[in-house]
């Protein structure tokens, strides 16, 4: 379990980094026993998986939030809980991620896109294709026969699109919202990463005055406050409400 004064640091490291970047920190510390090569390398599907799994032991079972009617323009309060959307990926490991594919008579084979493909496709100019690019770095070249050259036909292209798609189910989660006021009922993406670093934000802002109103009061040092326990650290600012 990440402690909170590691918390605090990995809210520190991520400042002045991309949202994908952040969640890299985050899925560093759980999974210690990867360097931060192999976090990158993680499917994007793998590494949102140990991010729903964070935000549940740190902020709790259930993501809520408003959004906008896209009918008649009200704010509705969602609420939805993790497990609903965290999803199992059979057999999906670091390592297992080749897939192969039969299409029209070529046997291809690809991984599944990773956080480091996400931050190439993130930098690339206006006007780039992000599918060409993702698939120039995804495909095992070894495995493109001669005659199929580039660029790949769209069939083929949109059949290994699809099929990325069905093998990391995790990596694109949507929600049905609907409004109380219209009944209209819409999809919405669901972004992990944006949301848990917003909280984590909030987290931190309010850790920074609890921390403050202690250090002041009782002198003590900030990483003491940290690392004590959050229950008695509560027990002590109840104290000073009183
Ligand atoms: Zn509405």
């Given at each position: 379990m990440i402690s909170d004064l590691e918390l605090l640091g990995i809210w520190e490291a991520g400042f002045d980094k991309s949202v994908i970047e952040k969640s890299l920190l985050l899925v560093g510390a759980v999974r210690r026993d990867l360097n931060a090569g192999q976090v990158a390398s993680m499917p994007v599907g793998q590494r949102d998986a140990i991010l729903f799994d964070l935000r549940k032991k740190l902020f709790g079972p259930v993501f809520s939030n408003k959004a906008k009617?896209?009918?008649?323009g009200q704010q509705v309060e969602w609420e939805m809980p993790v497990d609903s959307i965290r999803m199992h990926p059979d057999g999906l490991t670091e390592e297992n991620t080749a897939i192969d594919l039969e299409h029209s008579g070529h046997h291809l084979r690809f991984r599944l896109p990773n956080s480091a493909d996400m931050i190439v496709l993130s930098r690339l100019g206006e006007g780039a294709s992000h599918e060409d690019e993702l698939l120039k770095r995804c495909?095992?070249?070894?495995?493109?026969?001669?005659?199929?050259?580039?660029?790949?036909p769209w069939e083929l292209k949109s059949a290994i699109l699809q099929k990325m798609e069905a093998c990391d189910p995790q990596a694109d989660i949507a929600m049905r919202i609907r409004c109380p006021e219209c009944d209209h009922e819409w999809s919405m993406g669901f972004d992990i990463m944006r949301y848990f670093w917003a909280e984590l934000d909030d987290w931190a802002t309010n850790m920074l005055q609890d921390v403050s109103l202690l250090a002041g009061y009782f002198g003590w040092a900030e990483k003491d406050i940290l690392e004590m326990g959050r229950f008695r650290r509560n027990a002590y600012l109840n104290l000073l409400n009183r």
């Open positions: 009617c896209v009918a008649c495909l095992d070249d070894s495995t493109l026969p001669d005659n199929l050259a580039e660029p790949l």
